[in-house]
């Protein structure tokens, strides 16, 4: 299998040195046409159990809209958003006004909130055993180790279930199929000066039996529901451009 | 008597002030440890308890090993107590007050009360002491009088309290708690001391509930688990389900996860002797038309069996559903219920039509300070410092102008909005806490963060 070293200057942006890092100064990745964002999502959606870090303590925010974004690929019956309490106070609780502008259906959305990491782990091994559930589990810490990650593995694969793991600490077990690292990257609107649709850096590191070492600049679209990759970096003005004003599709 | 007499006949005599609360404290407290007895006990202050064991006696081995288990019991714990068993609760007070016959059955109960003072029916002041005038003085020449005259001269009341005592009419009881619509009970022939010997007497007694439930169609919406322990200590669990449950399996597998969880385990430190599971808020079950009218492959059963299981052993407050509220407050724009209810019916969320958000992913609880440099003072902010770090802003959207709800934050400054993005690309949702109109020094939070 080929294997495209990651662009130089993408990887330096990525791990986070002191420097300023704007999203419009990463080059687009030579990813070839076989790896588009899309497929990659297509083979998430095949897979029951992902992993995702934020690039830095700061991008927590960026981190929890990609996982709660990947939620989307499935039609769960329920999602289920597990976070220990002591997160809550470090990065905030989802607001429900800010869930529903994201595309998000909240009538479908449970919130859980043990008290320890032990909890959010029986909480979500629990929760992957509702048939077809989505489980975003935000964690951090030594608690999930490769012994905890396999159950929570098994009970996805055994109930069709579907889980996020958003591990803040840097840390990774073993047993999930795509581990993604996620930073923030900078909007783009149609005049300067303004924000834009909801924008991050997606970097792919490691996926069971397929090539990682991948990165995308990704937009949400709120309407559709999905991400989109953004198109190369000098075309991505016009592009957006183009697109204008999403149109409000049905859902 | 004085209390200046009784000291005068016996100068030793220690003398107490009389504490009517603490006193109706220590009998509700009694009356909470009754409850291994049965869940109905109804207070009779000052100093009497009525206990409805109906249906539970045999598992004491009959109503006269009940009686003595109470007896010892309590007699144990230092109090001096009497008790009689009787049909009507009435009987029973006559009994224990009057009489030394303790157990009465309807057939013996009218004889027994017969020889007994008229005082033993509780009459109320006046129309005893015109009994008593009439010379009437046991309860066997009230039962000879006449009954019209004496009504109309002792009022409707005493004849009342004499078919209460002889059970030819009902009086009804106000139990300290509502008693539970079906209920189970299981006692042990020793004390369990481990969790997992409780838990097979929980699966005893769900398996008996869940019987009981299913003989009459019912489903239960609320469970409470007491466990009795040697020492006395009440301990009570309870659960709360989305739908009337009434599988014992499903039961059971909710108390297991909710006593494992138990902050100090169940703390069964000298066993427990019995336990009664109380099945409340019942309801007929509706499993057929739900199946009808669900989406396909949605589950309904499977998602209610889940939130059941998450909020047995998390506890309620921590599994919930969000919703949006009509308020301007960003605080009170957002709420949150109990995942157990099906959700409400709520404002529709919009998603805006260019797909940017206005309002972030995440909100603080708590808005946290940070601070910012402005370059006009009614402008955003082009640089700020949160969580100790110097954030450079490269593009600011701004100002969304919010006053506060007087009646939620009195005396609240209205709030510019600002939604910001630095130079790295991290949005952040700030806003400066009073207009300068308002407030000398500005002063700016990070209320939450963009996705």
């Not at chain 1, 997606?202 to 989109?228: M, P, V």
């Not at chain 2, 019209?148 to 309290?161: I, T």
């Not at chain 2, 409340?280 to 499993?287: G, Q, Y």
Request: proline share 6%; glycine share 8%.
């Amino acid at each position: 299998m080929e294997i495209i070293p990651p662009h130089a200057r993408a990887a330096a942006a990525l791990k986070g040195g002191a420097g300023l890092v704007r999203a419009a100064d990463i080059a687009p990745l030579k990813t070839g046409a076989a790896e588009s964002f899309s497929e990659i999502a297509e083979a998430v959606r095949a897979a029951p159990l992902h992993e995702i870090a934020p690039a830095e303590a700061g991008d927590v925010g960026a981190a929890l809209g990609f996982a709660l974004g990947l939620t989307q690929l499935w039609t769960a019956p329920l999602t289920l958003f597990i976070s220990p309490q002591a997160r809550n106070g470090e990065d905030g609780t989802l607001y429900a006004e800010g869930c529903a502008q994201f595309g998000f259906r909240l009538e479908d959305l449970i919130l859980v909130r043990p008290r320890t990491a032990q909890d959010a782990l029986w909480a979500a091994e629990q929760a992957l055993t509702l048939p077809g559930a989505t489980v975003v589990c935000v964690i951090a810490g030594k608690t999930l180790d490769l012994i905890a990650s396999r159950r929570l593995l098994l009970a996805a694969e055994t109930f069709g279930a579907h889980g996020l793991l958003v591990r803040l600490d840097g840390l990774s077990a073993g047993a999930a199929w795509t581990r993604w690292r996620i930073a923030a990257a900078a909007s783009l609107a149609a005049a300067d000066g303004e924000i834009g649709r909801p924008a991050l850096r997606a970097q792919l590191t490691r996926r069971r039996g397929g090539r990682s070492d991948l990165s995308w600049t990704l937009e949400w679209d709120a309407h559709a529901r999905r991400f989109s990759e953004r198109a190369a970096m000098a075309g991505a003005v016009a592009a957006a451009a183009e697109d204008g004003p999403a149109k409000a599709r049905a859902g | 008597m004085a209390l200046a007499d009784a000291r005068a006949m016996a100068p030793d005599l220690v003398a107490a002030e009389a504490e009517p609360a603490r006193d109706a404290a220590l009998l509700d407290a009694i009356a909470a440890w009754c409850g291994r007895y049965t869940p109905v006990v109804a207070l009779d202050p000052p100093e009497g308890l009525f206990l409805d064991i109906t249906g539970v006696a045999h598992l004491f081995g009959g109503e006269d090993d009940l009686r003595r288990d109470l007896l010892r019991r309590i007699q144990a714990q230092g109090f001096a107590a009497r008790a009689a068993i009787a049909p009507s609760p009435a009987a029973a007070w006559a009994l224990a007050h009057f009489s030394r016959d303790a157990i009465g059955d309807a057939d013996s109960i009218a004889a027994l009360i017969a020889p007994l003072p008229v005082e033993c029916l509780r009459l109320e002041a006046d129309s005893a002491a015109l009994i008593k005038r009439l010379g009437l003085k046991t309860v066997t020449q009230l039962i000879a009088a006449p009954r019209k005259p004496l009504a109309a001269r002792a009022g409707e009341r005493a004849l009342q309290r004499l078919d209460y005592a002889l059970g030819r009419a009902h009086e009804p009881l106000s139990p300290r708690r509502p008693p539970p619509p079906v209920f189970a009970m299981k006692r042990f022939l020793e004390p369990l001391m481990s969790l997992e010997a409780v838990l097979i007497g929980v699966e005893a007694a769900c398996v008996e509930l869940a019987a009981r439930l299913d003989r009459r169609g019912l489903g239960a919406r609320r469970l409470t688990l007491h466990l009795f322990g040697v020492d006395a200590r009440a301990r009570s669990y309870g659960l709360r389900l989305t739908r009337p449950e009434h599988d014992a399996r499903a039961m059971l597998r909710l108390f297991r996860e909710k006593l494992s969880i138990a902050p100090e385990g169940i703390d069964a430190e000298f066993g427990i002797e019995m336990l009664r599971l109380d099945a409340f808020e019942t309801a007929p079950r509706t499993m057929m038309a739900r199946a009808l009218t669900a989406p396909a492959g949605r589950d309904e059963e499977a998602i209610a069996r889940l939130l059941d299981a998450l909020s047995a052993r998390l506890g309620e407050a921590r599994v919930r559903r969000i919703m949006l509220k009509d308020a301007h407050a960003p605080e009170h724009a957002a709420g949150e219920t109990t995942a157990l209810a099906p959700p409400a019916t709520q404002r529709r969320a919009i998603v805006p039509a260019d797909g940017v958000m206005r309002r972030p992913l995440t909100l603080f609880a708590h808005p946290e300070r940070a601070d910012a440099i402005a370059s006009v003072p009614d402008g955003p902010p082009v640089k700020f410092r949160w969580r100790r770090v110097l954030r450079d802003v490269a593009r600011a959207e701004g100002p969304e102008r919010i006053a506060m709800n007087w009646l939620d934050a009195p005396g609240a400054a209205t709030r510019d909005y600002y939604r910001v993005e630095d130079s790295r690309g991290r949005r952040y949702w700030l806003y400066r806490d009073g207009l300068y109109s308002e407030r000398d020094a500005p002063v700016w939070y990070v209320h939450g963060v963009f996705a």
